[in-house]
């Protein structure tokens, strides 16, 4: 399914099979879920995408080939993840330092290199994941991203025991289980009068559960904003008790609308989450299984795609959409 220009929908094409170059995995794909960004990439709100482009990042599939030098962590036949972060160099400072998300040359899954809504895609070897083997292929694709990056999320909130979360969705979900494991008070924002969500916030274990215009039950050590809604920031910045952090987690968002300082001093702190490590992918595939985590999807065949993100667009869906692709 190709993307050939913004603001259009996906063509179903026959493309050549891709070939594996050095260091590069050739995998069969099972299942591939669809994430936020890949609306934003095909919306054209995101910059400089690779045209004509295969989108998807939360890839399931076999190893069919290996090529030369590549990482030897994988056989032919091993079930492998492939993440967002496609590549690093390796030598900037970022990468040096243990930033590699932060990489001045990094190229994206399904956004700068070719992805998974397709039957085959290549991957560079070192930054693909074993998957644990207690999921299936259409259960553990959410994880990829969703879960990924709500991880990284959360490990910005460091030993916050009261954690608020601005919207409820599928990394939101994800990352609550997580919390509650961890013994974290949970207060979760939805849409004003979103009484079904709350609802359920409350049933998996939230402290609290209310409208992103309401104020919590108590000030909170941390909070992340997974809705791409800029306004949610001094929101959450006045939920915040002294000392506390607001982690923002989309790839996009509206502008943030201004506030007073007194809303930030007494060392408040705003932050974003960009990309993942391997070690974040290493860390949540350790604990998740441990938990473990359950992930709602709702599956989709590879050529139903558009479908599949204009139900995503319209708040359709009851779980992570997943395309399963069958060959
Ligand atoms: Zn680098
Ligand atoms: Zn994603």
Not at 63 to 69: D, P, R, W
Not at 151 to 165: E, F, P, S, V, W
Request: aromatic letters at 8%; a neutral charge.
């Amino acid at each position: 399914m190709v993307l050939d220009k913004s603001a259009q929908p996906l063509q179903l094409r026959d493309v050549p099979k891709p070939r594996p170059g050095r260091g590069e995995l050739l995998v069969r794909i099972n299942a591939c879920a669809v994430c936020r960004t890949d609306l934003h990439v095909v919306d054209g709100e995101l910059p400089n995408p690779k045209l004509p482009l295969i989108l998807g990042h939360q890839i399931v599939g076999r190893v069919e080939e290996i090529g030369q030098e590549a990482n030897s962590k994988f056989q032919i036949g091993d079930r492998v993840g492939i993440p967002w972060l496609g590549w690093t160099d390796g030598e900037c400072a970022y990468c040096r330092s243990g930033r590699e998300n932060l990489c001045d040359h990094a190229r994206f899954t399904g956004y700068t290199i070719d992805g998974g809504y397709a039957e085959y895609t290549v991957a560079d070897a070192r930054f693909c994941f074993h998957l644990p083997d207690r999921y299936n292929d259409v259960e553990v694709a959410p994880l990829l991203c969703a879960g990924l990056i709500g991880y990284r999320c959360y490990r910005k909130t460091g030993d916050a025991r009261r954690l608020g979360m601005y919207g409820f969705g599928n990394a939101a979900h994800l990352i609550a289980q997580i919390a509650l494991y961890q013994a974290r008070d949970l207060f979760i924002f939805t849409r004003p009068g979103d009484n079904a969500t709350q609802q359920a916030a409350k049933k998996l274990g939230a402290a609290w559960a209310g409208g992103s215009d309401e104020m919590p039950s108590e000030k909170l050590d941390a909070a992340i904003i997974f809705a791409s809604v800029g306004a949610l920031v001094p929101a959450a910045l006045h939920a915040l008790a002294k000392g506390g952090i607001v982690v923002c987690g989309g790839i996009h968002m509206s502008d943030i609308p201004s506030f007073p300082y007194a809303a930030l001093w007494e060392e408040r702190i705003i932050t974003s989450v960009a990309n993942l490590t391997r070690r974040d992918g290493e860390e949540l595939f350790a604990l998740a299984p441990r938990i473990p985590v359950q992930t709602k999807t709702e599956t989709f065949a590879l050529e139903e795609a558009n479908t599949a993100l204009n139900r995503f667009r319209a708040g359709e869906l009851k779980g992570t959409a997943v395309l399963t692709i069958t060959g």
